[in-house]
């Protein structure tokens, strides 16, 4: 009978201490609020366009999660997708830096460009992207959006920019302050042409690309809250020797200082650009 | 042979408080000189000068970023790092130009356009965006010389025409090494070993095409004889303002157009 008999001592896995209280659950299925530090449920998140639903505070978006908000179903189409960055200052680790950066993101580099409808407006469009080296902008950055405003001009079409950006990108040196200068002139040609600009500025728009395209649209939105800016903070309490107030450089900021004509809330962004587009429609059409 | 100065001893001479300031050439090169200040919105900003004047006898606008001698001038001067207002008195005087039919010629020397609150305020974004634009469709000739240095944004603002050359121990870069070194190697220390490879030098800006011309100095610098760099200067606007005067409009706007189109 002996193997019928109890055993005296069972054996449990206790969790260890520090993870009793963990609930399992699979990977990603949490995102943490880095304002108001509320952990969300994603799909919730999602469903409120990564908004948090506590604070209101808007989480950075990658460039195709913005298009599929704005363009119309299945209308999107991608220009230049594979254009990417080679290292034209020989910037040590540039390269690697470049691959980890596309691994990370999922795309090729820190813009995607292409034609869409909005609302079944036709309209080109360009979307920066902060999650690829926090949307620098290079000698690719700038050659995209140049081609993608090039073919608004020649397809006379408006062009619509989603920027968010932390400026010029450093490692490839001279070159990208002259993409401020390149984008500037094609965008020049679509002025004169009499065409329809409109920049959207998102969390952050600062540097180089503040100083140029950011603030050419015939009409600048901003998302709100969104930090928007020429010098960084820290270099200006560099230079004053004070501390910044929170709302400096917000898009709040900006409006009331005249800079944004308008602070557009994500959930009304399709809504409003595709309003915009129609208003600047010809006549005939 | 001129090749084999470092980077960082350019730098050290572009920076040099007595290195030739605009109103210095201004005085050199150009006769009946009148200065012009404001840019109708806000304020007269003293970083940047500009005027009408006349080149060989004929008229031209010049534009110019102005650094102090001492720290009484800079303090005035804000130490050539303009606000938005200077930015928009210049383009005030180049559309002023294009009114009149003469030529702009712009001299730079800043490290950089102000950082300051109120600079935010008054939106250095939209200042330096605006002239980036403007410029571009510019239909007289424009030339700009980096005297100094060139930093960044507030350098371009000034330097989107037909023509940008630099005297020889000028710099041009998109930060300045200092800052370079702080962001990109978390150690401001780095500085003199960044730019050795961060390309600022005249003699790699115009391999690169970011230049058309180098101005030759003096051994030491062109404080050593500014009548001598003045004189060159002065030569060389004469010669090339000649050939882009020859130019139609549609072709001057075209090359300036490719001029920037090519960097990709």
Known sequence: ?285 | MAKKVKAWDRLTIARMIERPTTLDYIERIFTNFFELHGDRYFRDDKSIVGGIAALNNKPVTVIGIQKGKNLKENLERNFGCPNPDGYRKALRLMKQAEKFNRPILCFINTSGAYCGVEAEERGQGEAIARNLIEMARITVPIISIIIGEGGSGGALALACGDRVWMLENSVYSILSPEGFASILFKDPSKSQEVAEIMGITSYELLEKGVIEKIIKEPKGGAHKNIDLVAASIKDELINELKILESKTKDELLEERYNRFRKFS
């Open chain 1, 1 to 285: 009978m002996q193997i019928f008999k109890k055993k005296q001592y069972g054996v449990i896995n206790l969790p260890k201490e520090e993870e009793k209280d963990l609930p399992v659950v699979p990977e990603g299925t949490w995102v943490k609020c880095n304002k108001c530090g509320k952990i969300l449920y994603k799909k919730s998140l999602e469903e409120n366009l990564n908004v948090c639903t506590n604070c209101n505070h808007y989480f950075r978006l990658g460039s195709y999660e913005r298009l599929s908000l704005i363009c119309d179903k299945g209308t999107f189409k991608e220009f230049n997708k594979n254009m990417a960055s080679k290292n034209p200052m020989n910037f040590p680790k540039y390269e690697t830096k470049i691959k980890a950066n596309q691994e990370k993101s999922g795309n090729v580099e820190a813009v995607v460009t292409g034609e869409c409808e909005i609302g079944g407006n036709k309209a080109i469009i360009a979307v920066m992207d902060s999650n690829f080296l926090m949307g620098s902008m290079g000698t690719v950055v700038g050659e995209k959006i140049t081609l993608a405003i090039e073919e608004a001009t020649k397809r006379k079409l408006p062009i619509i920019i989603f920027t968010a950006s932390g400026g010029a990108r450093m490692q490839e040196g001279i070159l990208s302050l002259m993409q401020m200068a390149k984008i500037s002139s094609a965008l020049a040609k679509h002025n004169e042409a009499g065409l329809l600009y409109i920049t959207v500025l998102t969390d952050p728009t600062t540097g180089g690309v503040t100083a140029s395209f950011a603030m050419l649209g015939d009409i600048i939105l901003a998302e709100p809250k969104a930090l928007i800016g020429f010098a960084g903070r820290r270099v200006i309490e560099g230079t004053i020797k004070e501390k910044l107030p929170a709302d400096f450089q917000s898009a709040e900021f900006l409006l009331e200082h005249g800079f944004v004509d308008n602070i557009v809330e994500r959930k009304d962004l399709k809504r409003v650009l595709s309003t915009l587009l129609k208003l600047h429609k010809s006549k005939e059409v």
